[in-house]
């Protein structure tokens, strides 16, 4: 996944460290597995590893950007290394999400459980074509209503789940009303400001990669048959 320029997203650490943006997906992978350890205390580099299907040594370089959370023959602290995680990369508190578009993509993101699990909150729906309908508890409102109370919605991560030609208006109108982070589901570049942070889940593509890894493999396998 790449910003709207087509660049890799980066964050950066509290000592102005510029983390990749491929560590960051493991990060994340691993707060997924870290909030699975329920009532655990402890665990080691080789179990979390394992769990998360990278090396030891991989995992023990990407976690040195947290911080030094870990003990020599110990292992890590599990509460302390999700805090630190969290932490890192921006979810230590609950982040409130807006929608774009509320088809049938639409729809299955606003009533996502994971979401909530992973401290995400929908808070608003818009579509112009959907207005009234209720989904996941939360009704859905025309585009202008989010123009018009854009300042409840200045702090929170907006997504945009319209066709590929509504696509670069619904970024403007999440860029006029302030917010900074966007999720782009649409099948199309978008271009965004200074300052404004577009990653885009391109589904088609995804799916075109794997068809490619899986004839690379059968055409491997066919080569050592014969």
Same mark, same amino acid.
């Given at each position: 996944?790449?910003?709207?320029? !087509?660049?890799?997203?980066?964050?950066?650490?509290?000592?102005?460290?510029? +983390?990749?943006?491929?560590?960051?997906?493991?990060?994340?992978?691993?707060?997924?597995?870290? %909030?699975?350890?329920?009532?655990?205390?402890?665990?080691?580099?080789?179990?979390?590893?394992?769990?998360?299907?990278?090396?030891?040594?991989?995992?023990?370089?990407?976690?040195?950007?947290?911080?030094?959370?870990?003990?020599?023959?110990?292992?890590? %602290?599990?509460?302390?290394?999700?805090?630190?995680?969290?932490? &890192?990369? !921006?979810?230590?508190?609950?982040?409130?999400?807006? /929608?774009?578009?509320? $088809?049938?993509?639409?729809?299955?993101?606003?009533?996502?459980?994971?979401?909530?699990?992973?401290?995400?909150?929908?808070?608003?729906?818009?579509?112009? $074509?959907?207005?009234?309908?209720?989904?996941?508890? +939360?009704?859905?409102?025309?585009?202008?209503?989010?123009?018009?109370?854009?300042?409840?919605?200045?702090?929170?991560?907006?997504? /945009?789940?319209?066709?590929?030609?509504?696509?670069?208006?619904?970024? %403007?109108?999440?860029?006029?009303? $302030?917010?900074?982070?966007?999720?782009?589901?649409?099948?199309? &570049?978008?271009?965004?400001?200074?300052?404004?942070?577009?990653?885009?889940?391109?589904?088609?593509?995804?799916?075109? /990669?794997?068809?490619?890894?899986?004839?690379?493999?059968?055409?491997?396998?066919?080569?050592?048959?014969?």
């Amino acid at each position: 996944m790449t910003t709207a320029a !087509g660049q890799p997203l980066t964050a950066r650490t509290t000592d102005g460290r510029r +983390i990749p943006e491929a560590t960051l997906g493991r990060l994340s992978l691993y707060l997924r597995m870290v %909030d699975q350890l329920t009532g655990r205390t402890l665990i080691s580099s080789g179990e979390l590893a394992t769990l998360s299907g990278v090396n030891p040594a991989m995992l023990r370089r990407d976690l040195s950007w947290v911080g030094t959370v870990g003990t020599r023959g110990v292992g890590y %602290d599990v509460p302390t290394l999700r805090a630190r995680l969290a932490e &890192t990369l !921006g979810v230590e508190q609950s982040r409130t999400v807006v /929608i774009i578009g509320v $088809g049938n993509l639409g729809h299955a993101l606003a009533g996502y459980a994971g979401l909530a699990a992973r401290g995400f909150s929908v808070v608003g729906l818009f579509d112009p $074509g959907h207005v009234g309908e209720v989904v996941g508890g +939360i009704t859905v409102r025309p585009i202008e209503e989010l123009r018009t109370a854009g300042e409840n919605y200045r702090d929170s991560i907006g997504v /945009i789940a319209t066709p590929a030609h509504a696509a670069q208006d619904a970024l %403007d109108i999440l860029v006029e009303v $302030g917010i900074t982070g966007v999720l782009s589901f649409a099948p199309t &570049t978008l271009r965004a400001p200074a300052g404004v942070d577009v990653r885009r889940v391109d589904l088609a593509s995804e799916l075109q /990669i794997l068809a490619f890894h899986q004839r690379q493999k059968s055409r491997a396998s066919t080569k050592g048959a014969s």
